[in-house]
């Protein structure tokens, strides 16, 4: 059974910078299309970014494009995200996500396997 276990969440001023991690276990990490989805209160889950199991293809939400970097180590079965220049709007529950198809996409539906969730609030 695949386990993922976020990190990296905390409180930070606008502007500033977070990295969360991902962990993986249980699982053939390095074979799944991973991604970031959040959540804000009273909205709907969404995609923020994706990257496919080589890390050659990524895909970024238009708002986080330029200041959000995905990444993934397949060796360390571990995912990442870089948030700078972060925006009161980015405040949410960051979740990670796996999915067995090539290519997840940006539905929620579509993803297998679920970390529990990290808080990350940027204060103005």
């Known amino acids: 059974q695949v386990q993922l276990v976020e990190s990296g969440g905390g409180l930070v001023q606008a502007g500033g910078s977070l990295r969360l991690s991902c962990a993986a276990s249980g699982g053939t990490f390095s074979t799944y299309s991973m991604a970031w989805f959040r959540q804000a209160p009273g909205k709907e889950r969404e995609a923020v970014a994706i990257i496919m199991w080589s890390g050659r293809s990524t895909y970024y939400a238009d708002s986080v494009k330029g200041r959000f970097t995905i990444a993934r180590d397949n060796g360390k079965s571990t995912m990442y995200l870089q948030m700078n220049s972060l925006k009161p709007e980015d405040t949410a529950v960051y979740y990670c996500?796996?999915?067995?198809?090539?290519?997840?996409?940006?539905?929620?539906?579509?993803?297998?396997?679920w970390g529990q969730g990290t808080q990350v609030t940027v204060s103005s």
């Open positions: 996500a796996g999915s067995s198809s090539t290519y997840g996409g940006t539905s929620h539906q579509r993803y297998d396997y």
